[in-house]
Each structure stands twice: as structure tokens, then as C-alpha cells.
């Protein structure tokens, strides 16, 4: 069974915030350069204060292989953390805090489904080269498919340089797990709508398509999705617009292509933080991604009017929400007696081909 908060010794769960405070600070200065603490940016505030670097997917997975740390404890969700993994070197470890923290739409493609659609797609268009292309959200298997099928990995940050790559390798690409993330970065290219397919992994045929459309679909894609972004509606948008007129409205590109469209810019986490980091004080600006990291760039930056975008909804990640400090502590004075992330070795070499080739494209 998974150790979990309901699971962790009581004196883990009953501690104050200062005193677990205090013992992840005492444990990170007793083992100086053997560790390092990765924080995503959407983790809790409290948490992304006590790590070495805070990030985006993509700049903590670089971050990730150029250590040298004996221990690499990864605050966020399970792909992240594989993939930390995938990229380490042989003497290193790394762990996820809280193993219950997964991630939603990685979980859409699940290998079994991917590997029948694979077979369907190259029977209904044999004569096209299909280059997989995953996001970095996904299992370490779906990489390694990719990394076995001429394919490759990117984040939000790559994904329009990770498709033009593909086409200069093949004629179609198959986009795995987000839906949105695919039709946006697919409209960034100037892709026509009629070129784009998308696949439902749950019918059974051709994902709900027939052979002309794939005949004719340049792009295909998974039909998975984030629920936390595809929350937002542009009615929410319009209506920031009505009450704050000079307000800037910016988006992840998980969200849906309307949405992302009605916005002002849409781009990575990366973006996002750049966009509000460089903007002058005074800006009014609303964002459409995780609430942890809109309220964080709320509180450092106070100069600007930060809002969130929502409607009546929370676009909280609760995977993303579940690493505690009580997690933090137990993982860091317990090393070498809990689980580290393992993967299989073939998985790792095919994935780690894949990943390798995301941090190629983005140079
Ligand atoms: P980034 O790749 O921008 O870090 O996003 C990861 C993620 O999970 C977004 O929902
Ligand atoms: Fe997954 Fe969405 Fe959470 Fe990102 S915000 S980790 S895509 S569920």
C-alpha cells in the first residue's frame, strides 16, 4: 500500500507547520549537495518556499538531468517525477512525496488503448509515416512508445517547434494525451480544421473517424484533456473584459481553443510567469491556468492587479494540491527506507530517447 497522509507516522501528521518547517530546513542542510528539492510552479506556496528550484515541467526535467544530488525529491505529479527518473544518472534516486499525486489526463492514454489505435491507424493510411509526438504529461510508457516509433516528447513550451520537427520526419503526427494542447498548437501552425483529426479512444474502430478522414488529417489527436483547464468559458473572459476594460487575459494552452482565441496570449507555465514578471506595475492582468501558481504570482507580485480567471468554478489541481509539508518531511527523514520511483529498463532506454529528443528540439 502506498504511504500516504493517512498512512505516515503520527508524528508526521500531528507536527505544526513551523516545526515541519524546521526539520525539511535541518534535513536540507545536513545533506547539502546530496539532494535537491524540485518544486512545480503549481505547487502549495509553502512548498515552492522550501525548494531548491521552482519551475515548469519542462525546466525542472532539464533541471532534473543536470544534477549531480544523490537524492532528487520531485514536488508534484507522477510523470514528472518518472521522468525525472528516466533522465537521472544510475546513482541517483528520485521521489514523490506524496505517491498519490497523479495526474488526470496522463492517466487518458493508457498504453493498451494506444497500441490498438497505433496498429488501427498505420492499417487504415499505410502508406503515411505517422510520427507519435507525446506531452510531457503522460506515462513513462506512452514516452517510450514514442521514443521506440521514430517520436518524441515536448511540454507546452516546445510543442509547436516538437511539430515541426515531426514533419520534417513524416506526414502525419499523433498527438497524445490533450486534445487542446494539440487543435492550439495545430491552429498556431495554420493547420486547416479539415487536416486535423481527433481520435476517441473509446470507440473501438477508428476512433470515431472514417479511412478518408485520416487519408486527409495531417494531425491526429487523442482526445484527453485537463480538468482543471477546460474549465475556463470566454464568457468568463467577456465578462473581465466588461468590468476591467485595460485588463490582459492570458491562458494556458490546455485550455480550449475558443477560450484561447477570446484571450489576449496563451502560453506554457514558463510564459505565463515571463508574461506577469515583465509586465509594468499597474498591469491588470487575469489568468487562466492552476490557482496556486495565479496566487502566488499575486502575492509576489503586488505592484499589479493579478486576478483569476474563473467563473464559478476553482481551477485547482488537487494532484498538484496534495503534496503537504507533512509529506515533505517524512519523505526527506526517511530516504533510505522509502520507495524511490522505478521503472522498468527497457521502458527507461525507449523513454529516455524520447525525452532526450524534447530537450534537443528546445535546445
Ligand atoms: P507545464 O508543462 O507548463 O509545467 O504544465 C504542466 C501541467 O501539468 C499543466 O497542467
Ligand atoms: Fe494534470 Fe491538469 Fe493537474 Fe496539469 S493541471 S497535472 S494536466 S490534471
Not at 512508445?145 to 515531426?166: H, L, M, P, Q, R
Request: with cysteine.
Amino acid at each position: 500500500m502506498a504511504v500516504t497522509f493517512n498512512t505516515i507516522p503520527d508524528e508526521y501528521r500531528i507536527a505544526t507547520d513551523e516545526d515541519l518547517k524546521a526539520r525539511i530546513l535541518a534535513r536540507k542542510a545536513e545533506l547539502g549537495d546530496q539532494l535537491v528539492v524540485l518544486t512545480h510552479h503549481y505547487q502549495r506556496r509553502e512548498i515552492v518556499a522550501l525548494g531548491d528550484y521552482a519551475g515548469d515541467s519542462y525546466a525542472l526535467s532539464k533541471i532534473a538531468s543536470q544534477q549531480d544530488a544523490e537524492y532528487i525529491v520531485f514536488c508534484g505529479v507522477h510523470f514528472m517525477a518518472e521522468s525525472a527518473e528516466i533522465l537521472s544518472q544510475p546513482h541517483q534516486k528520485v521521489y514523490l512525496p506524496n505517491p498519490l499525486a497523479g495526474c488526470p489526463m496522463a492517466d487518458m492514454a493508457q498504453i493498451g488503448n494506444v497500441l490498438y489505435a497505433w496498429d488501427a491507424l498505420n492499417k487504415a493510411v499505410p502508406d503515411s509515416k505517422i510520427i507519435p509526438i507525446s506531452y510531457m504529461n503522460s506515462t513513462a510508457d506512452l514516452k517510450a512508445f514514442c521514443g521506440e516509433n521514430d517520436g518524441a516528447v515536448c511540454t507546452s513550451s516546445n510543442a509547436e517547434k516538437a511539430f515541426k520537427w515531426a514533419f520534417e520526419r513524416g506526414e502525419k503526427i499523433f498527438f497524445f494525451p490533450d486534445e487542446h494542447l494539440g487543435t492550439n498548437t495545430a491552429n498556431t501552425l495554420g493547420i486547416p480544421k479539415d487536416q486535423i483529426a481527433i481520435w476517441d479512444y473509446k470507440d473501438r474502430k477508428l476512433g470515431g473517424n472514417g479511412v478518408a478522414d485520416l487519408q486527409r488529417a495531417r494531425v491526429i489527436l487523442w482526445k484527453g484533456y485537463c480538468h482543471v483547464h477546460t474549465t475556463f468559458r470566454t464568457e468568463y473572459i467577456e465578462k473581465m473584459r466588461r468590468e476591467i476594460p485595460d485588463i490582459k487575459i492570458i491562458v494556458h494552452p490546455e485550455c480550449p481553443e475558443d477560450v484561447v482565441q477570446a484571450a489576449d496570449a496563451s502560453g506554457s507555465t514558463k510564459f505565463i510567469v515571463d508574461y506577469v514578471t515583465n509586465a509594468p506595475a499597474g498591469s491588470s492582468i487575469a489568468i487562466g491556468t492552476e490557482i496556486n501558481l495565479v496566487d502566488r504570482l499575486a502575492h509576489t507580485f503586488n505592484d499589479k492587479k493579478i486576478y483569476e480567471l474563473s467563473g464559478n468554478t476553482c481551477a485547482m489541481c488537487v494532484n498538484m494540491y496534495r503534496t503537504t509539508l507533512n509529506d515533505l518531511a517524512w519523505c526527506l527523514e526517511n530516504l533510505d527506507s522509502i520507495q524511490p520511483i522505478t521503472i522498468p529498463d527497457d521502458i527507461v532506454r525507449n523513454a529516455r530517447i524520447a525525452l532526450s529528443r524534447m530537450l534537443e528540439i528546445q535546445g
